[in-house]
């Protein structure tokens, strides 16, 4: 079996992260894609007064994902609390999901040119492939051998932009409708 994991804040989830994942099922012919939400992100500087909270953003990736059969979320990180490092992740799906099964750990190139920050990293290296998602102007010479590209054009978004024109407009186009629907029913994103 082959498991791609693409984790991240997801604050919110938005079209350019339904984008990468699609692109990671296609290009790593994956069986299944597991979205799994950090509770708090060891690399993110600092936390905002408007983030949503953990469970918020669990429940706006189901709302993002329903329906598509190859995709599911998980909550072991928010289940975890605290700074939820990649390494105890990908520990936890080896278990559930022994060798001959492959892990796949997908992120984007933001996060990928940061590896000296990320805790293990060597043992991350063991547990999964580390894909990398290219962005334009991205160099990868000073990527380690053991990462993979996922070749990705992304699309020009970010959760900033996404909350700031949630909050400045009640409105973004960059979400689907039903973290939209979600976005309004909870108040998120306002000052």
Known sequence: MRIGILGGTFDPV?????ALAYAALEQLKLDRLVFVPACHHPLREKESATIAS???RLEMVRLAIKGE????????EIKRRGVSYTVDTLREFRAKYPRPSELFFVTGGDWGKNLDQWKDIQII??????????????????????VELLDFVPLDISSTQVREELRTKGFSSLVPKEVLNYVHDHKLYQT
């Open 69 to 76: 059969p190859n995709f599911e979320v998980a909550d072991c």
């Open 125 to 146: 290296f063991s547990l999964a492939h580390f894909i990398v998602a290219k962005r334009p102007g991205f160099d990868t010479r000073h990527l380690p051998r053991s």
């Open 54 to 56: 953990p469970e918020s």
């Open 14 to 18: 938005h079209n350019g992260h339904l």
